[in-house]
């Protein structure tokens, strides 16, 4: 069983940064690959990034290329969502997640945080 804890969501004007963490409880965080879904009002969650166990391998959605970076520290059970270059369209409930590939279809994440929101304001 993995429990996650999203945190550092907040208000953000336009063309700002913010650093979203996950931190995870259990000792088998860094056999998991982590990832990272959004879910904006009225619409379905969506796959914002994602990265292996080992930290070697990411993939990002096109929206966000360029702009998040995604990283993990395996040794205090965290992984990070660096957001730049933020957009009105970034606002939505970030969800980090635990899964055993690396893909980016929620179905095979196994373990869900439970959202830290992110406004972006124009």
């Known amino acids: 069983q993995v429990q996650l804890v999203e945190s550092g969501g907040g208000l953000v004007q336009t063309g700002g940064s913010l650093r979203l963490s996950c931190v995870a409880s259990?000792?088998?965080?860094?056999?998991?690959?982590m990832g990272w879904f959004r879910q904006a009002p009225g619409k379905e969650r969506e796959f914002v990034t994602a990265?292996?166990?080992?930290?070697?391998?990411?993939y990002h959605a096109e929206s966000v290329k360029g702009r998040f970076t995604i990283s993990r520290d395996n040794d205090k059970n965290t992984v990070y969502l660096q957001m730049s270059s933020l957009k009105p369209e970034d606002t939505a409930v970030y969800y980090c997640?635990?899964?055993?590939?690396?893909?980016?279809?929620?179905?095979?994440?196994?373990?869900w945080g439970q959202g830290t929101q992110v406004t972006v304001s124009s």
């Open positions: 997640a635990a899964g055993r590939m690396l893909v980016t279809e929620e179905v095979h994440y196994d373990y």
């Open positions: 259990g000792r088998t965080f860094r056999s998991y690959a």
């Open positions: 990265i292996s166990w080992s930290g070697d391998s990411t």
